[in-house]
T-cell receptor, first 112, second 118 residues
């Protein structure tokens, strides 16, 4: 069966420090991969999605970047964190264009 | 662009009573619609989806949703609420590309907090 791993679960980072969040999927090939952010409140904002290795689409201009070095690995990065980068980051995967997406457990990032 | 709206920030219901969480959509062409649930500090869990076929879709944990094309709605329902159903519920739609085919992007509503009182 397919599983998705996202780590770390919580992270506290100072302003100006770098960030690297990792997400890996097991049990499927060539998945679509997504990074969402859920800010205080509840709305989910799509940050990046990828349909294949090295193929990244950015949805909103921001202080973050994403990379997909391997088929089932998706990394969210920042060179210098801002206070506004705080939030709950969710990785997700899907296969095909009409199927549901499956989410990781999320990373709670607090920038101090 | 495709979108979904969840008009209620919060829904309160007594345990044992039926519950409804509302969702309306705006799409071009036929919609692909989804419901998810989120418990505190956790990822989203898939509940059910409508792609085509029967308007009443059954999903996990006793939930169901009714697709209504004339009202452009996809309300989530459960005949008898449990305290453990208390969580944040999201409606979502699959985005469509320039030529009408489903894309890989899932667009979420703002969420509805369901509170079930014992």
């Amino acid at each position: 069966s397919q599983t998705i791993h996202q780590w770390p679960a919580t992270l506290v980072q100072p302003v100006g420090s770098p960030l690297s969040l990792e997400c890996t999927v097991e049990g499927t090939s060539n998945p679509n991969l997504y990074w969402y952010r859920q800010a205080a409140g509840r709305g989910l904002q799509l940050l990046f999605y990828s349909v294949g290795i090295g193929q990244i689409s950015s949805e909103v201009p921001q202080n973050l970047s994403a990379s997909r070095p391997q088929d089932r690995q998706f990394i969210l990065s920042s060179k210098k964190l801002l206070l506004s980068d705080s939030g709950f980051y969710l990785c997700a995967w899907s296969v095909g264009g009409v199927t549901e997406a499956f989410f990781g457990q999320g990373t709670r990032l607090t920038v101090v | 662009a495709q979108s979904v709206a969840q008009p209620e920030d919060q829904v309160n219901v007594a345990e044992g009573n039926p519950l409804t969480v509302k969702c309306t959509y705006s799409v071009s062409g036929n919609p692909y619609l989804f419901w998810y649930v989120q418990y505190p500090n956790r990822g989203l869990q898939f509940l059910l989806k409508y792609i085509t076929g029967d308007n009443l879709v059954k999903g996990s944990y006793g939930f169901e949703a009714e697709f209504n094309k004339s009202q452009t709605s996809f309300h989530l329902k459960k005949p008898s609420a449990l305290v453990s159903d208390s969580a944040l519920y999201f409606c979502a739609v699959r985005d469509r590309g320039r030529y009408g085919g489903a894309t890989n992007k899932l667009i979420f509503g703002t969420g509805t907090l369901l509170a079930v009182q014992p």
